[in-house]
Structure formats: structure tokens, C-alpha cells
């Protein structure tokens, strides 16, 4: 473990992505704190420039609601979206690819022809029909996103299975007399893990794009501030005040900016193998 | 330790290619340099052998002189003298120059060697495209006569298959082809032999010299193998750990090596000789194999046919008590198959497989479970057999734990077990990746034994260890065999080792059994026509001979 | 290769294994035997009965997503409940037999939309399929612009930053370009659309921010052609950037890999220079899975086509799904959900026929 740290840690990008994510993590939790009115008050004039106002430095929108709220509720809501959804996603994958993989034969088909189907309709079109037909809620974005979002990670660790269980080890643990669901929890999971954090993680990133698309379309959460709708409701006002959609934009490219480095440092960390090879 | 070169050969010619005191830094490795102060000379018309373990800088050598080390490797020092031009000094464009032109090269893996994209016919012309020799049809009949010479059949057809078509043996002489298309004055083979049978070795093995002896090309013979050592080499450089640390005739050094490494080298590798040894064996057999079938089925789909193919036909054997039973044959030809079966780590398609008076095919899985600790096995692969994320001790105790034992009960008896197979108790402690993989596989045999079974089956396990090691680990388990009383049934390629450990040897070929019987009589008067080409084809037989006395003393 | 991209749900692409050869393989299968043309047209029935199951079971969705939403069937088909009109709801009713057992409304629903019955747009005027059909080359046009510019610039980029790390000179340019594929990576395409639309039409109004062609212009031919190519800058720029992202990372993984193969190895010992080397040896084998994930990943543009159709005002179905989200036409978008899945399909089994007559391998195999 310390060699990971030692390796992660070496990876100059993901210790900027781990910086990044953290400050936002912190402005997140501190939201209610640094602003205690909601972020859909009108606090104060409208159309405040940034940068002017030593109150409002993030300056207001088109109807005096200050965007520094808003951007920090949304960060609440995008992190939350993407870390519940993931889970989710992430645990289904692993429960729907570890039977395929590990039980083979028809359950194996079958898992794989509806992984395939799921792989195969367009996602971002899957999740707007979805959304729409729920009605927008934080559940249904979230239910959405893991719909959409499962099949990879199925497929990833039904693939493990399937190496794993033809590795020596495994057989060896067969030969010793292990039940087959000890097998996979001990012997084969923990080995299938390092692609599983690292696909996560990847899917935590996409599943915060996804949702700011969704909000900008107008199928967020009424209730929840989200990044998304901030650009989408600025959208009107493009050509008078373009900072009013510049800020949302620069908080999702960082947050995913973060997330995708941390990814990449992880995928360095848990497989240096890997990345030695080809490249020197 | 550095020896001076033998200049019996070149003292009056200056010879192809002269290597002094050539030095490569490994960063970051587990020793400072890859190579240190390595000199020889390759005369043309020679072969030059070069020997050593895995990770003693052979390859590294042939890298430097072609040019083509990975970047982070650069040598230090030295010079690499080709036809009085140092090579090292050499600009990039100067080295492409002679590079297929005047040095050509074979590598280990034919399976990854042939570009899959591009057919075979244009990956050989490429060679002269390249070098602007054989303009117009010239090229093409080149590529012809060159298929040809390496012994491929049929050349006009050949040459527009894709490589995939082809089995290793026949990649291989294809990437010979290549290497020979341009006449190079020095050729430099790595372990040009390593990934393939041993009658496939042989021919390669005629191959290249009998196209060394008609061209009279220098050769640079890099290999692991005593045997092909000793039925190709002229001369013999053996490299330890990036020194080279001795050089001479080939007689001279298998005959009389002088280093204590070498000696040690020479003295592990197994003689072919059939060892009588004093080990009980009961009559009564303790597994009986009748009639096993067993068919792969490759899965077809709704507009896919299924194909079948044999695996295993018709094979019947016996094992008793204590008795070790070689199970010998080629990649593909069945045995580990078998081996499989046997542990009904896969299905059978017919016969029956009687242990201890039970036939155990019919049994389900969970049926058989309480009964696995009896039928234990080794496995090929040193490096992944143990579970990664596990410690030792963990590994060693999960098979008695998963037959009802205490966990502390099972520590306590995996210590005994660690001294039993000569690891020290703190390895308990510790993860598979913090050991060698002879030292691995100790651990897979104490994980076997620690189950205290009636039968062992050892698929290929000794065959990823470098050649000391294997010793070794094959001495181990012969003790641990005699001690214990207990059956082993050895799976391997190679007859020699076989024939160390067991008593009974079956040969199979193809799917089915071809030969049956004491290991001194398949070895010695073999009734069967593809047993005597196996053993033909053991390299080393010559030097066999001539090393018989010394053994048996 | 990197792990696949999550938004996109695809595999990542994998440089195909060779297929081990049997040892004792018998001499003549060395021979080079035709593809029998049988093969191959069994392949593409496969794929085509595939592909239609694929389909129907979208429709299967379909049925099912409107049963899941809160409220009666018929008057979510018909739109915003309330506002609609109760003719219309009764007879959606009856033309669903919405009062009929479930497998009988679900097979009426299907048989429905495989006679290209695709339910009638209430607050259009017009039926769904039609509404579609009448959009679908916008969207084409755009995906298809979209797709060349992110495959090629793409694989390009990629292919210059892997050169630079194989030559081991002007790594920079490696850094440059991994640095920029990142970032685009991580920004949201719609976003991305604005600030383009800020920068290239407002202020420096070099191109036009909406629409297809210029409104009552009335041009005619290569005027038209013109006029219609500059409002496609924008629009494929912003779809496709993430996607060439996505390439640039894809190719340089895979051509890194494909590096530091043996064959490659081979082919310097030969005495090859490293610019053929990259060209005749490394190319080739390492754009084949690339070029096989983007024509699975053009089917994905699709999705996104509705962000950057929205934005920009592009007349084609991913505004019109946009529209109908608005106008909360369900049959509206379940059509468009319906055909942008069809056109996955297509493009996915192009991409695999396509594919399997370029790798002589796959070829032999018989399919994957």
C-alpha cells in the first residue's frame, strides 16, 4: 500500500487533481456556512459584475441572486450526483458482471445480450427520455445516470472474472476445496479491484458532465442549485454578460479536470506495470 | 571477475565482430550495471554460445550491438568492433545502414515476431525494399528461393498468408528468412529456440546451421539450454548477473568448465538418464484412468457452426502408491489436459477416473469437494499460482481451513511445512511478490503437501525456473516424494526431466497415448516411432554421452 | 489502452489478440483459402437480426417507460396533462386498446411502431415519423462533419504525440497535446458552445452562432453550399471535441502499445528507419481498434447532438427532442429516442462488417 501512495503521490497531475478536488469538496461542505440565504434568493442587485462588489464577487445573475451561492450549492449537487450514482452504477456492475463472468453458460449470456443493449442505445438520449418520463428529481437524475452508466463496469468485471478464474491461484483455491462463493470473494475480487477504482472514478467525472447536461436542459431538480442550470438559465443573457455562464462552465471543467487526473494517477499507481511499458 | 577473451581463434585474423569491455548502466535496477566489462570475439564462420539465467545480460548484449536497446539504457563504456567499425560510435542512419543488411537477427517469441497486419511474402521483401537490393521481379523470386531455403512448403503460395496461419515453428523460419535475405556476415539469435517443442527445436536448430555452414556466417547463439549449447557451439561465453565469466571451446568448457558457476550450471542440468531409485510402490493402483475422452467444443452461435476438437483420446493409465509417473508430450499434445481432468478441474466426455477405489468423474462439484484434499496439485507458473493479495501463511492455511480446521491449528503446521520445504518461518508474513520464483514455487509445493494428499499431479512445474533453480526445486520434490510416500504424476516437455523423477513415463501425442511403460525402457528401447523422434530431437545428446560417467560417479 | 469512456458506456478498444495457432496444425490449412462469400454473408445476417432485436427491444422501453410515469398512458402520449384535448386522449385510448391486458397493449404498441406508426404529435400537427424524418439530414450533416473532424484530427494528434515519445524528440509536443486533450475532455459540450459562440460570433463575428443556412437569403446552389458550410463550423466543432479528445488518447495509448510489440522489433532489425517503421508497421495495427471504437462511438454523437443542436439552433432531431422535452411531447421523444437508437445500430453494424473485411484475422475467425 505504501508503494501506491509512494507512486500516487509521485504523479504531480494527481496530486493537482487531489488539491483541487479537495478545496471543492470544502466549498461544498461549507456552502451553508459561507452563505446562509439560499441560492435562489434575490439578494441583491441584478447583473452585479464580478470582481466589483467586495459582497458579491462572484457578482449576481440576471436577477440579483449572487452566483458564489450558486456555485457552491451546485458543487453540493454535482459531487453528490456523481459519488451516489456511481456507487450505484459501480455496484450493480460488479453484482451483474461477477454472476456472468464467475456462473458462465446461459446466465452468462443473457446478462451480456442486456449489458450489450444497454451498451448500445445512446447514453446522454437514454438518460434525457428517462428524466423526462420520471419528471426531474434528484432521484430520478440519479437513477438515470446509473442506468446509463452500469454496462461498462459489468462488462470490466465480468471480463476479470473470466481471466481470474482461469489464473493458477484461482484453481489452486479450487484444488484446496474453497466454495466457490469464497473463491470469488477472496480470491478473485480483491484481485479485480484496481480496474474497478479506476473505471469509478472515470465514471464518477462523465456521471457530473452528464448531469450538467441534464440540468442545462432543464431537467434538474427544481429544489437543487446545479451548475448546469446556472449556464442554462445564463443562456438568455449570452450576449450582455458572459461571466454569468463562464463560472458555472470553469467549476464542471475543473471538478472534472480534478477527478480525471486523480483517475490517471490511479490507473499510474495501481499499474505500473503498465505504464513502463512502450513507453521507454 | 573478468576472464580474458580466447584469441585461439582470431589471433592471426582480425575477427567479425570484436566486443571489449562493453558496460551498460541499469537504472534504477537491482544492480548497478546490466552489463559490465563484457569482451569477446566472433570469428566469421563461427557460433559463438552465449549462456546464462534469466536477467544475466545476454540479451542486453545483442541489444548494444544492434542498436537497439530500450532508451533508458545506454552503454556506458566500451566498444563493439563490426568489421573494424566501432558500432556504438555510429550515427542512427550509419546503423540502419547495417542493420538486415550485414547484422541480421531471430528473436524468442515467433508467435509476436511477424507483423499480423502484412503478409509474410512483403514483411521478407521489406528487407530488401529497405536495403534497395533485387530491384523488379528480382525481389519476388528472392522471397521465394528464401522460403524455400528455410524449408517452408510450398513458397508461391505461402507468401501472401497472413501470419496467423502459421504455427510457431514455421513464424520462426520465416523471421529467419528475413534475417537471411540480405546474407548478413553475423547473425544474432536470441533464444531462438525457447518457445517451441523440442522436434521443431531440432529442426530450427539443423536450420540455422546448416545455412551458417553454407553462407559462413558469424554467430551469435544466445540461449539458456545446455544442450543446444552443445550440439550448435563453437564457442561458449557464460554470463553471470552482466559479467561474463568464462570463455572458451565448446569441449573445453562443457568437458572441463573452469568457473565454479559454470560447473555449477552444468552439474543442474538433468542427464537423460533414467535414475533407478529405492522407493516403495505398492501393487495395488491408487488411481486408474480407463478410457478418458475429453473434446473441446469451441461455441458456435445461431449462424455458427461448433467445432470439435479432440483433446484427449482413449488414454488409460495407472499410478500406485508412491509412485512418480512422467506424463510426457509436446504443446497440444494432451497432457495437461489430462492433468485437469484428473483434479476435475474440467469436465470428461468419457471413461472413468478411479482414485482409491472411487470413480470420481461422475461425482458433482460440491460432491467431490470433501474428498479434493487427497488429490493436490502444482502448477506451472511460479509467478501466478500464489494470490497476489495474499500473505503466505494465508495461502498455505486456506485449503486445511476450508476442510474444517482452525485457522491457528493450520499456522502452526504451515510452519512446519515452510522448514520442510527449506523456506524460513518468516515468510509467513510475507506477500508472494517479496520472493524468487524458485522460492514460489516452494511455497505452491508446501500449499500442495500441507493438505497431506495421497496424489500430487505437478503440471509443467518446474519448467519456468531457470536451470539451477529447477534442480533444485526437482530435488525437493524427489525427497518430499520418498518421505512422504507420496504419488506424483509429472507433467512435462522434457524427457530429461522426466526421466529424473519418475519411474513410469507415458507419452502422449496428439491426444493419445503413444508410449507406456518403466522410465529405462520409453527412454532406453523405446518401441514406439514418435517417442525415438522425441528423444532424436533432445538437444545435447552427444554431450550426454560423454558426460555419463561423471554423473553416475 | 485507457479505461473506456464512461459517458459513452463503449468498451475501450483492444488491439485484437493474435489467435493462437494449434502446433500441429495440418500442413495445407496453411494455404491461403478464399473467405467463402457465404461466410461473410452469414456474418452480416447475424449482425442484422442483432441489430433488429436491438431495436425492438427500445420499443419494449418505450412502452414500458410510459406506463412507469406518474399518470395515465394516454395522456402523457398526448402531452402535458391537462392542456390537451380529451378527443385526442380517447383516442389514443382505443388506438392503444389502453383498457386491454398489458401483452396485448404492449404487442399493439409494437406492431404500431414496426408499421411506422409512430404516434401523432399533437402540439406539432403533425405525425411523429414524419416530424423526424424531415430533421434527420440536419442531424446526419452534423454528426457526419462532426465524426471526420474528431476521427482524423484526432487519430493525427494522437499519432504526432505518440512519434514524439517514440523519436524521444520534442516531447513537448506530447505534453501539449495530452495536456489539451485533457482539458477538453473534461469540458461540458454545451458550455463549450457558448463560449464559441461568445468568442467567433460576438465578438469577433466571424461565423454564425444559429441556424443552418441564413434566413431568407433564398440561395442556390454552391452560394447555399457555402452559407450552410460556415453555420456547420461551430456546430462541429463543439460536438466533436470531445470526441477527438477521446481519440487523441485512444490512438497515442494504442500506438504506444503497439510500439513496444516484438514485431516491431522485427521490423528495426531489419534495418527500417522509424519513419517507416511508424508508418508501414505501427499504423496500421494500432489505428484498427481505434477506427473500429469510433464507429462505434458515432453513434454516441447522436446523444450529443441534442446539447449542440439546442444550442446553436440546429433544425435536427436532437432540437427537436429538445422541443419536445419543452413542450413535454412524449411520443415526440420517444420517436427521436427511438431512431437514434436505430441509428446506432446501423452505424455499429457498418463499423463490424467494415472491420471484418479490413483484419485479415477476423476474417478467418469467423466473427468475434
Redesign the interface.
Given at each position: 500500500m505504501s508503494g501506491f501512495a509512494r507512486r500516487f503521490l509521485r504523479n504531480t497531475g494527481a496530486v493537482a487533481g487531489l488539491m483541487i478536488l479537495a478545496a471543492i469538496l470544502v466549498v461544498a461542505l461549507a456552502a451553508p456556512l459561507l452563505f446562509p440565504d439560499s441560492p435562489w434568493m434575490m439578494v441583491a442587485d441584478p447583473l452585479i459584475l464580478p470582481f466589483q462588489d467586495g459582497q458579491y464577487p462572484f457578482g449576481t445573475d440576471m436577477l440579483g441572486r449572487d452566483i458564489g451561492a450558486g456555485l457552491a450549492y451546485g458543487a453540493r449537487v454535482s459531487l453528490m450526483i456523481g459519488a451516489v450514482s456511481t456507487a450505484v452504477a459501480v455496484l450493480a456492475g460488479i453484482a451483474i458482471g461477477a454472476a456472468a463472468g464467475y456462473h458462465g453458460g446461459w446466465v452468462d449470456d443473457l446478462l451480456m445480450r442486456v449489458t450489450?443493449?444497454?451498451?448500445?442505445?445512446?447514453?446522454?438520449?437514454?438518460a434525457?427520455?428517462?428524466v423526462?418520463?420520471?419528471?426531474p428529481s434528484i432521484g430520478s437524475i440519479v437513477a438515470a445516470i446509473a442506468i446509463?452508466?452500469w454496462?461498462?463496469v459489468a462488462?470490466?468485471v465480468r471480463g476479470e472474472f473470466l481471466t481470474l478464474r482461469e489464473r493458477e491461484f484461482v484453481q489452486a483455491a479450487v484444488v484446496i476445496g474453497q466454495h466457490p462463493g469464497r473463491i470469488m470473494l477472496t480470491q478473485i475480487l480483491p484481485n479485480a479491484m484496481s480496474?474497478i477504482i479506476?473505471?469509478a472514478s472515470?465514471?464518477v467525472?462523465?456521471?457530473i458532465?452528464?448531469e450538467?447536461?441534464l440540468s442545462?436542459?432543464?431537467?434538474g431538480d427544481r429544489n437543487m442549485m446545479s451548475w448546469?442550470f446556472m449556464?442554462?438559465a445564463s443562456?438568455t443573457m449570452?450576449?450582455e454578460a458572459?461571466w454569468m455562464?463562464?463560472m458555472?462552465?470553469v467549476a464542471?471543467?475543473l471538478t472534472?479536470?480534478a477527478i480525471?487526473?486523480i483517475?490517471?494517477g490511479l490507473?499510474d499507481a495501481l499499474n505500473p506495470q503498465l505504464r513502463h511499458?512502450?513507453?521507454d | 571477475m573478468r576472464t580474458m577473451p580466447d584469441h585461439s581463434t582470431s589471433a592471426d585474423v582480425a575477427p567479425l565482430l570484436r566486443v571489449r569491455d562493453l558496460t551498460v548502466p541499469l537504472p534504477g535496477g537491482e544492480r548497478p550495471y546490466a552489463v559490465r566489462d563484457v569482451s569477446f570475439d566472433i570469428a566469421r564462420g563461427e557460433i559463438l554460445c552465449i549462456v546464462g539465467e534469466s536477467g544475466s545480460g545476454k540479451s542486453i548484449s545483442a541489444g548494444a550491438i544492434?542498436g537497439?536497446l530500450p532508451?533508458h539504457l545506454t552503454p556506458e563504456r566500451g566498444e563493439i568492433l563490426f568489421d573494424g567499425v566501432d558500432l556504438l560510435r555510429l550515427s542512427?542512419?550509419e546503423m540502419?545502414?547495417?542493420?538486415?543488411?550485414q547484422i541480421?537477427?531471430i528473436?524468442q517469441?515467433p508467435?509476436?515476431?511477424?507483423?499480423?497486419?502484412?503478409r509474410i511474402g512483403d514483411q521478407i521483401a521489406?528487407?530488401m525494399a529497405?536495403?534497395g537490393t533485387h530491384p523488379g521481379p528480382a525481389r519476388r523470386k528472392r522471397v521465394l528461393d528464401l522460403l524455400d531455403l528455410v524449408g517452408l512448403?510450398?513458397p508461391a503460395?505461402?507468401q501472401?498468408?497472413?501470419?496467423?496461419?502459421?504455427?510457431?515453428?514455421?513464424r520462426q523460419r520465416v523471421?529467419i528468412a528475413?534475417?537471411l535475405a540480405l546474407e548478413p556476415a553475423l547473425l544474432i539469435a536470441d533464444e531462438p529456440t525457447t518457445a517451441l517443442?523440442v522436434t521443431?527445436q531440432a529442426q530450427i536448430l539443423a536450420l540455422i546451421k546448416r545455412i551458417q555452414a553454407r553462407m559462413g556466417m558469424g554467430v551469435m547463439f544466445i540461449t539458456h539450454d545446455f544442450g543446444v549449447v552443445a550440439d550448435i557451439a563453437d564457442r561458449i561465453a557464460v554470463m553471470e548477473k552482466g559479467v561474463l565469466v568464462e570463455q572458451g571451446r565448446a569441449t573445453e568448457v562443457l568437458d572441463s568448465p573452469r568457473h565454479p558457476y559454470t560447473r555449477h550450471l552444468i552439474a543442474a542440468v538433468p542427464t537423460g538418464r533414467a535414475v533407478p531409485r529405492g522407493v516403495t510402490v505398492e501393487d495395488a493402483p491408487l488411481l486408474a484412468v480407463r478410457n478418458l475422452i475429453k473434446t473441446y467444443t469451441t461455441s458456435g452461435?445461431?449462424?455458427?457452426p461448433k467445432r470439435v476438437?479432440p483433446a484427449v483420446c482413449d488414454v488409460s493409465f495407472e499410478v500406485r502408491r508412491g509412485e512418480a509417473l512422467g506424463i510426457v508430450g509436446?504443446?497440444?499434445s494432451g497432457k495437461s489436459t489430462i492433468g485437469k481432468c484428473l483434479l476435475k478441474l474440467q469436465g470428461i466426455d468419457g471413461g472413468e477416473i478411479v482414485f482409491d477405489g472411487q470413480d470420481i468423474a461422475p461425482l458433482s462439484q460440491a460432491a467431490f469437494r470433501p474428498q479434493r484434499r487427497r488429490l493436490q496439485m502444482i502448477f506451472q507458473d511460479p509467478f501466478a499460482s500464489l494470490n497476489p493479495r495474499q500473505t503466505v501463511g494465508r495461502i498455505l492455511t486456506d485449503g486445511p481451513v476450508a476442510g474444517g480446521e482452525a485457522r491457528a491449528e493450520a499456522m502452526a503446521r504451515a510452519r512446519t511445512l515452510l522448514d520442510l520445504v527449506g523456506l524460513p518461518a518468516s515468510a509467513l508474513e510475507r506477500y508472494p511478490h517479496e520472493f524468487s520464483g524458485g522460492q514460489r514455487q516452494r511455497v505452491g509445493i508446501a500449499r500442495a503437501l500441507a493438505l497431506q494428499p495421497d496424489l500430487i499431479v505437478a503440471d509443467e512445474s518446474v519448467s519456468a525456473l531457470d536451470v539451477s533453480v529447477q534442480a533444485q526445486v526437482l530435488a525437493l520434490l524427489k525427497d518430499l516424494q520418498k518421505r512422504l510416500g507420496v504419488a506424483l504424476v509429472f507433467i512435462t516437455h522434457d524427457l530429461r526431466v522426466a526421466a529424473e523423477v519418475c519411474q513410469r513415463i507415458a507419452v502422449m501425442h496428439?491426444g493419445c497415448l503413444v508410449e507406456y511403460g518403466p522410465s529405462a525402457e520409453v527412454l532406453g528401447a523405446s518401441r514406439e516411432d514418435y517417442t525415438r523422434r522425441l528423444i532424436e530431437a533432445m538437444p545435447g545428446r552427444a554431450w550426454d554421452a560423454r558426460r555419463q560417467p561423471a554423473s553416475a560417479a | 489502452m485507457?479505461?473506456?469512456?464512461?459517458?459513452?458506456?463503449?468498451?475501450p478498444a483492444q488491439a485484437p489478440k493474435?489467435?493462437?495457432?494449434?502446433?500441429?496444425?495440418p500442413?495445407q490449412?496453411?494455404?491461403?483459402q478464399r473467405v467463402p462469400s457465404m461466410a461473410l454473408a452469414?456474418?452480416i445476417?447475424?449482425k442484422l437480426?442483432k441489430g433488429v432485436l436491438?431495436v425492438l427491444?427500445?420499443v419494449v422501453v418505450n412502452f414500458f417507460?410510459?406506463r412507469?410515469?406518474?399518470g395515465d398512458p394516454a395522456s402523457?402520449m398526448a402531452g402535458e396533462s391537462g392542456s390537451s384535448d380529451p378527443n385526442y386522449v380517447a383516442q389514443l385510448r382505443t388506438q392503444f386498446g389502453l383498457d386491454r391486458p398489458l401483452p396485448v397493449q404492449m404487442a399493439t404498441y409494437v406492431l404500431g411502431v414496426v408499421r411506422f406508426d409512430w404516434g401523432f404529435s399533437y402540439r406539432m400537427k403533425l405525425p411523429v415519423l414524419q416530424l423526424i424524418l424531415d430533421r434527420l439530414p440536419a442531424t446526419l450533416l452534423l454528426m457526419g462533419s462532426a465524426f471526420v473532424f474528431s476521427v482524423l484530427l484526432g487519430i493525427f494528434l494522437g499519432v504526432i504525440a505518440s512519434r514524439t515519445?517514440y523519436t524521444?524528440r520534442r516531447r513537448w509536443l506530447d505534453s501539449l497535446i495530452v495536456g489539451g486533450a485533457?482539458?477538453l475532455?473534461?469540458?461540458?459540450?454545451?458550455?463549450l458552445s457558448?463560449?464559441m459562440?461568445?468568442l467567433f460570433s460576438?465578438e469577433l463575428g466571424w461565423l454564425p452562432a444559429f441556424g443552418m443556412e441564413t434566413v431568407g437569403a433564398g440561395l442556390t446552389g454552391w452560394s447555399r453550399v457555402l452559407d450552410i458550410t460556415t453555420h456547420l463550423v461551430l456546430p462541429t466543432v463543439s460536438l466533436g471535441s470531445f470526441y477527438m479528445a477521446m481519440y487523441v488518447r485512444l490512438t497515442r495509448a494504442s500506438m504506444?502499445?503497439?510500439?513496444?510489440?516484438?514485431?516491431v522489433?522485427?521490423?528495426?532489425?531489419?534495418?527500417?528507419?522509424?519513419p517507416?517503421v511508424i508508418r508501414?508497421?505501427v499504423l496500421?495495427?494500432a489505428l484498427?481498434p481505434v477506427v473500429t471504437f469510433s464507429g462505434i462511438q458515432l453513434?454516441?454523437l447522436?446523444?450529443?447532438a441534442?446539447?449542440t443542436e439546442?444550442?446553436f439552433g440546429w433544425p435536427g432531431i436532437g432540437r427537436l427532442?429538445?422541443d419536445a422535452?419543452?413542450q413535454?411531447d412524449?411520443q415526440l421523444?420517444?420517436g427521436?429516442?427511438l431512431l437514434?437508437?436505430a441509428m446506432?445500430?446501423v452505424f455499429?453494424m457498418l463499423t463490424d462488417v467494415i472491420y471484418r473485411v479490413v483484419?485479415?484475422?477476423i476474417a478467418?475467425e469467423?466473427?468475434r
Open positions: 450489450e443493449f444497454f451498451q448500445t442505445i445512446p447514453q446522454l438520449a437514454m434525457v427520455v428517462l423526462a418520463i420520471l419528471t446509463v452508466s454496462p461498462p462488462r470490466l480496474p479506476i473505471t472515470l465514471m467525472a462523465t456521471a458532465l452528464t450538467s447536461a442545462f436542459l432543464g431537467l448546469g449556464i442554462g443562456r449570452l450576449r458572459p455562464s463562464l458555472p462552465g464542471i471543467l472534472v479536470l480525471n487526473l483517475g490517471e490507473n511499458r512502450g513507453e | 544492434m537497439l532508451h542512427e542512419t540502419l545502414a547495417r542493420r538486415g543488411r541480421g537477427m528473436f517469441e508467435m509476436s515476431a511477424l507483423n499480423p497486419t502484412m521489406e528487407v529497405v536495403h512448403p510450398d503460395t505461402l501472401h498468408v497472413y501470419p496467423f496461419r502459421l504455427s510457431g515453428g514455421q523471421v528475413m534475417a517443442d521443431t452461435g445461431p449462424f455458427r476438437v509436446e504443446s497440444g496428439r | 485507457s479505461a473506456g469512456s464512461p459517458i459513452t458506456g463503449a468498451a493474435a489467435t493462437p495457432t494449434l502446433d500441429h496444425t500442413a490449412s496453411v494455404l491461403p452469414r456474418f445476417l447475424a437480426v436491438v427491444c427500445v417507460l410510459i412507469l410515469a406518474p402523457i515519445r524521444g485533457l482539458l475532455y473534461a469540458t461540458p459540450l454545451f458550455w457558448l463560449l459562440i461568445v460576438v504506444l502499445e503497439v510500439m513496444g510489440m516484438d514485431f522489433r522485427t521490423a528495426r532489425a531489419k534495418g527500417v528507419a522509424a517507416a508501414r508497421h496500421r495495427n484498427l453513434g454516441q447522436a446523444g450529443g441534442v446539447l439546442t444550442v427532442m429538445f422535452l419543452m413535454r412524449y421523444l420517444l427521436v429516442f437514434t437508437s446506432v445500430v455499429n483484419d485479415p484475422r478467418f469467423g466473427g
